[in-house]
């Protein structure tokens, strides 16, 4: 009777220390689990940081573009007000003067 008492308590230290070491390898295995899907997201925020400075840099190039666009509009604008200005000066210079006058009102 004491030989199986004495089992019967050994088991049971058994059984319990089962217990801890199947909850000890449950949350090993959620650690390595939680630490793969943060390294799934690392992986996946690098892959998007390279295609956004891959976008970035595209932009930047048709940004530069566009602004050398802009400085030859203003360019050819500035030159045709100029033109422009210079045909109605002559055209003021060669009315007689009460045309220019009529002109103004």
């Given at each position: 009777?004491?030989?199986?008492?004495?089992?019967?308590?050994?088991?049971?230290?058994?059984?319990?220390?089962?217990?801890?070491?199947?909850?000890?390898?449950?949350?090993?295995?959620?650690?390595?689990?939680?630490?793969?899907?943060?390294?799934?997201?690392?992986?996946?925020?690098?892959?998007?940081?390279?295609?956004?400075?891959?976008?970035?840099?595209?932009?930047?190039?048709?940004?530069?573009?566009?602004?050398?666009?802009?400085?030859?509009?203003?360019?050819?604008?500035?030159?045709?007000?100029?033109?422009?200005?210079?045909?109605?000066?002559?055209?003021?210079?060669?009315?007689?003067?009460?045309v220019a006058a009529e002109d103004e009102e």
């Open positions: 009777m004491v030989a199986s008492l004495m089992l019967d308590n050994a088991l049971a230290r058994l059984d319990t220390a089962l217990g801890q070491l199947e909850a000890a390898a449950r949350r090993r295995v959620e650690a390595e689990r939680g630490r793969a899907n943060l390294e799934t997201e690392l992986a996946l925020m690098q892959d998007d940081r390279a295609r956004l400075a891959a976008e970035l840099d595209g932009t930047m190039a048709r940004l530069g573009h566009v602004e050398t666009a802009a400085g030859d509009v203003d360019q050819r604008l500035t030159r045709a007000m100029n033109v422009i200005s210079a045909v109605i000066a002559r055209v003021q210079a060669q009315q007689p003067p009460e």
